[in-house]
């Protein structure tokens, strides 16, 4: 970077004071925007923090004047200064539909979105989108604004873009479809990039090469970026300051090791908390915040948090909308923690215990961590563990090479023009009481293998054993129709997509009492269903007098808790949950993680749990199968596969997982792929995974199939040369200088943290 | 592209057989054939039907011949020959009554279409770039009371109105003076004069129709997020929603050339029979009583063809226009 970095003081580009955007809505004005002050400081990144809801999104979109009808900029100013010569400008005073206004967007400051494919028009060709923007701010002639366009490109690592500037969006991956926007974002050389949770719609592989991109991208221009997210993760990757919002205002402002170190609003902490680590020791139970944010439309009295707040004080922070406290030159909380009058304004404070104020050079964590049952109890200990691996208990499920392909059908006499195998002959067992992460990137087939043992998809070969306690095996690969009932309630799924999979006319009574109906000999009398769907909204924790009321009526969490008690009412024995968190923020997903590990113990469930956030995943599973392009290419013990990974795909989906710790960031220890995943119709020859493996050697790579082969410790590794490979080297050969070391890619726990 | 076309013109040729197997099917599936309503016709005159003068017709037109062998008949004729068969009615080839009503019909059909169109397209923009707004709620309740008037309603109450203002008969193509008379610019105006009723009475629900879904379509559209991002990167409004929202909004637009002209044959029907129009639509109808089955066997067919070429041509312009329909079938 730039001497900016060095300067104690660097130049504000972008100083937003007391910004208020309202939405005046039929049921009454909602404050997503409610007197924000930010800084971004020139060359610098900003990351702005908070779960969905608090108005990160409407915060960015109105300094470019983006808001739509009913909303709208209520009050405060947008100083915007892009270089020294120039003087301020009020963005907000500015007409949203203006001709100066048009001329920052774009030119001044760029604008990347969360959903790539969707920001891209389908209509044009990436190239024609790129030449418009150029043209749009410069006097280029067509020919130069197209050479411009290739050349940006190529800056954002578009392999061959020269055929890509004719590619349409929907012929290129996601991340292929956020290198566009970011080259369409910066094509202008603009002075700030605002990136709107740029990543949160990719895979880990994809996000950790697109942040290494824009790392680079603003090393060479020297532009700064606000980037918002609510990936604290993230946060500590790519932040130099941090500023947290949590209903639509700030809450706390710091340099982004002070946030990470010691974090001064308690809502900070509890985000913190909330996070899943790849250094978490397995199994404890997350620390979730309480309850959800609550719609702008009925913010609280007082303080917005004190609702959730761990340390919020009676008749002080209900009532009193707490003051800014600058506890640091560059840090700054909103929280009546630190007002030093606090006791003296309110009697009632008296009879609270002293709240512990923290001196302005030294903050200190701000509240006493709770163990809210911190979890010992419903967690199995060692011993259990042991007994579920040791073999004493047979496998609940066993795949054995199951295939399912695709036929995707081509021409007039509709024959079958190639196969996708989605599936490509996969082994697995799953052992009763255990969860069993299945991870991989998007496309790689985990979710087809979890339908087609759920068998909501028909698999082409192989076979199905399924074997409840006391009885025969049986393969349910051979089952047809009815004869599959007696099994679709022991086997269950959650589904992704809290909003999509619950249908909307029915109400909770209908939705989650529909699975006893369809047993063969189950309840169908009408009156205990509702008793059992009672019982079980209960314990999924949601009210029973839900029971009457449509999906729309609930949050995404609490929609999520609808679909765990539609899949636990027939008592299953086996649980696939397919992405069942990934769609859920921080908080949200913690509550319902620690919600999954308490029914597993009451319930004594199985899970097979599919999903590609590896921090979750090394949080629940007690075994990990890492798929590539329909094939198992690693199995181990969740702590094994993570401490010791043995197969050079998963040690590079380990890297790419953003480490929440600011100090751990940087090149050390990062494998990137290189590539996106390669057609699964026309998979590469011999180990499918040699296009994109930094070891690839000549010997057998490109022309044998490696076959999962178990090692000790029952870890299984698909890899010709797994005995003989040093994973904890780095990308090959090119840099030899920089070599990682163990700690670097096993991501030992850091108990200091 | 090339390949596509092709192949959408190889699949219209079964449609095509398809077609005129189940209108031909179709027409014969009353009891009896035309003979049999020759004769009780004559019957009720009081003449008794001559059985050889019967037996004679039958031979001449086939009819006594299996119903297959008949259709093949009529299909030889029509691929071989251009022979649409005998008219029993009419005593007159088929090809010679539809060359007379069938271009006034494709004539009327395309002036509707464009009606339809010019008058859609900037009310449907409109509405959607102000929704909400006192223009969108008057153009939505017009459109309403054109989709809910029926068309020969329409038709009535235009002729009475435009005969209360304008004086003078608008039933028919011509007025009587130019009925028979060369074609001359006089002849041309009297015509315009005459053919505003019907494009209007036919393209009213077509129009509504198109408003509504335009509308909605837009809307839609217009919250996506490539807008937000084209705002973003900042471009003009006007050059926004031409370049963008819009382009992905005309493909009703396209697709109305396909299921238009059905609708408009059907509608013609009645519209035709009220407003007294040489089209096909009212002749049909006449064929189907008097079951003169080549007359109507042929209508329907003609009429089906057009519109299975009306769709081709919408589904090419459809991927002409919009890449994503043009790459998924490459």
């Excluded at chain 1, 004719?166 to 012929?171: E, H, K």
């Excluded at chain 1, 002293?354 to 509240?367: F, I, L, M, Q, Y």
């Excluded at chain 2, 649409?84 to 007159?92: A, D, K, P």
């Excluded at chain 2, 198109?210 to 509308?215: A, D, E, M, V």
Aim: proline letters at 7%; one cysteine or more.
């Amino acid at each position: 970077m730039s001497e900016d970095l060095m300067s104690p003081k660097t130049r504000a580009l972008l100083t937003i004071e007391d910004l208020r955007t309202y939405f005046h809505t039929g049921d009454g004005v909602v404050k997503a925007v409610d007197g924000v002050d930010l800084e971004v400081s020139a060359g610098k990144t900003l990351c702005v923090v908070g779960e969905s809801g608090c108005g990160k999104s409407m915060m960015a979109r109105s300094v470019l004047g983006l808001i739509e009808p009913p909303g709208r900029v209520e009050s405060g100013a947008i100083w915007w200064q892009p270089d020294l010569e120039r003087e301020h400008v009020d963005l907000a005073a500015l007409d949203p539909r203006g001709e100066r206004l048009r001329r920052v967007r774009g030119a001044e400051i760029g604008m990347v979105f969360q959903e790539p494919i969707a920001a891209l028009s389908p209509m044009y060709t990436i190239g024609a989108q790129l030449v418009e923007t150029i043209r749009l701010h410069s006097d280029l002639t067509a020919d130069e604004a197209k050479d411009r366009a290739i050349a940006e490109l190529a800056r954002v690592g578009i392999p061959q873009p020269h055929k890509r500037f004719d590619a349409y969006s929907f012929q290129l991956s996601g991340g292929m479809c956020q290198r566009v926007m970011i080259a369409i974002a910066l094509c202008c050389d603009p002075a700030l990039l605002i990136a709107d949770e740029p990543t949160t719609a990719l895979d880990v592989t994809t996000q950790a090469r697109i942040l290494d991109l824009l790392g680079e991208l603003q090393e060479q221009t020297g532009m700064a970026i606000m980037f918002i997210t609510h990936d604290m993760g993230v946060v500590a990757q790519v932040a130099d300051e941090v500023a947290v919002m949590y209903l639509g205002t700030v809450v706390e402002r710091a340099r982004v090791d002070d946030i990470f170190a010691s974090p001064a609003h308690p809502y900070t902490e509890a985000l913190l908390e909330s996070i899943p680590s790849l250094d978490d020791r397995r199994k404890s139970r997350l620390t979730a915040i309480a309850g959800m944010v609550p719609h702008p439309g009925d913010r609280p009295e007082g303080c917005g948090f004190h609702t959730r707040c761990r340390a919020a004080m009676p008749g002080l922070c209900d009532v009193e909308t707490p003051d800014r406290h600058q506890l640091e030159p560059d840090r700054l909380a909103v929280c009546h923690l630190y007002a030093p009058a606090a006791t003296d304004r309110d009697p009632l404070a008296t009879e609270h215990e002293p709240v512990e104020t923290v001196p302005p050079e030294r903050p200190g964590p701000v509240v006493p961590r709770t163990t809210a049952g911190s979890g010992d109890t419903d967690v199995p200990g060692p011993a259990e563990e042991i007994s579920a691996v040791d073999g004493a208990v047979g496998p609940l499920l066993t795949v054995s090479d199951l295939r399912v392909h695709f036929r995707v059908k081509h021409g007039l006499l509709r024959r079958t023009a190639w196969e996708v195998k989605a599936v490509a002959g996969v082994d697995l067992e799953i052992r009763p009481g255990e969860t069993l992460g299945l991870v991989g990137e998007s496309g790689c087939g985990k979710s087809t293998l979890g339908r087609a043992i759920v068998r909501a998809l028909e698999p082409t070969a192989g076979a199905i054993w399924y074997r409840d306690s006391g009885s025969e095996p049986v393969d349910l690969s051979t089952l047809r129709g009815r004869q599959l009932l007696p099994y679709q309630g022991k086997i269950r799924m959650i589904f992704q997509d809290p909003f999509g999979s619950l249908n909307p006319r029915k109400t909770l009574l209908q939705i989650i009492g529909e699975p006893l109906r369809r047993l063969p000999n189950g309840v169908r009398s009408d009156s205990s269903v509702p008793d059992r769907v009672a019982e079980m909204l209960r314990t999924v924790g949601l009210r029973p007098e839900y029971m009457s009321r449509y999906p729309h009526a609930f949050s995404g969490g609490e929609r999520q808790r609808i679909n765990i008690a539609r899949a636990l009412i027939t008592q299953p024995r086996l649980v696939i949950a397919d992405e069942a968190v990934s769609a859920l923020d921080v908080s949200i997903r913690a509550q319902i993680l620690n919600l999954l590990s308490e029914l597993q113990a009451d319930m004594d469930l199985t899970y097979l749990f599919i999903s590609h956030d590896l921090s979750v995943v090394r949080h629940v599973c007690d075994r990990v199968a890492v798929m590539h392009l329909g094939n198992i290419v690693e199995q181990a013990e969740t702590d094994r596969l993570f401490d010791a990974p043995r197969h050079p795909y998963t040690t590079a989906l380990l890297s790419a997982v953003p480490v929440p710790d600011p100090r751990r960031r940087g090149g050390e220890g990062r494998i990137r792929l290189d590539g996106e995943l390669p057609d699964p119709s026309d998979p590469p020859s011999g180990c499918v995974f040699h296009t994109r493996c930094p070891y690839l050697r000549e010997e057998r790579c490109t022309s044998d199939v490696p076959v999962l082969v178990s090692g000790p410790d029952d870890h299984r590794v698909a890899c010709h040369h797994a005995g003989d490979l040093d994973l904890t080297r780095l990308s090959g050969e090119e840099s030899p200088g920089r070599i990682a070391t163990a700690r670097d890619i096993r991501l030992v726990p850091s108990k200091e943290m | 592209m090339w390949r596509y076309v092709l192949r959408r013109i190889a699949y219209m040729v079964p449609t095509v057989f398809a077609i005129s197997v189940v209108s031909f099917v179709i027409i014969q599936l009353p009891p009896g054939d035309y003979l049999t309503q020759l004769a009780s016709r004559l019957r009720e005159r009081g003449e008794p039907a001559d059985q050889a003068y019967l037996d004679a017709l039958s031979a001449r037109y086939g009819l006594d011949e299996p119903v297959p062998v008949q259709y093949l008949t009529w299909m030889k004729g029509i691929l071989f020959h251009g022979d649409f068969g005998m008219s029993f009615e009419w005593n007159q080839p088929v090809s010679a009554l539809l060359a007379d009503t069938l271009p006034f019909t494709i004539a009327l059909t395309l002036g509707t279409l464009l009606f339809t169109w010019i008058v859609a397209f900037p009310i449907g923009i409109y509405s959607a770039v102000r929704p909400y707004s006192p223009g969108d709620y008057l153009a939505t309740t017009i459109g309403f009371i054109g989709l809910a008037i029926p068309n020969f309603l329409l038709a009535l109450v235009l002729v009475y109105l435009s005969r209360l203002w304008f004086g003078g008969s608008f039933v028919g193509v011509f007025s009587s003076e130019y009925a028979h008379a060369p074609w001359s610019v006089g002849r041309f105006i009297d015509l315009l004069s005459h053919l505003w009723i019907p494009v209007i009475v036919l393209g009213t629900a077509g129009t509504a129709g198109l408003i509504r879904i335009l509308r909605a379509n837009l809307l839609d559209e217009l919250r996506r997020p490539y807008v937000v991002a084209g705002r973003a990167r900042g471009m003009g409004e006007r050059r926004l929603l031409i370049r963008y929202p819009l382009r992905v909004a005309l493909n009703p637009f396209v697709s109305t050339i396909g299921w238009v002209l059905p609708m408009l044959v059907s509608g013609e029907v009645v519209v035709g029979t009220v407003l007294a129009l040489p089209t096909t639509g009212p002749l049909m109808l006449g064929a189907l009583r008097s079951q003169d089955m080549y007359l109507a066997g042929s209508i329907i067919l003609v009429v089906s063809v057009l519109t299975v070429i009306g769709t081709l041509l919408s589904d090419l312009v459809l991927a002409w226009l919009d890449p994503r329909v043009r790459h998924q079938y490459r």
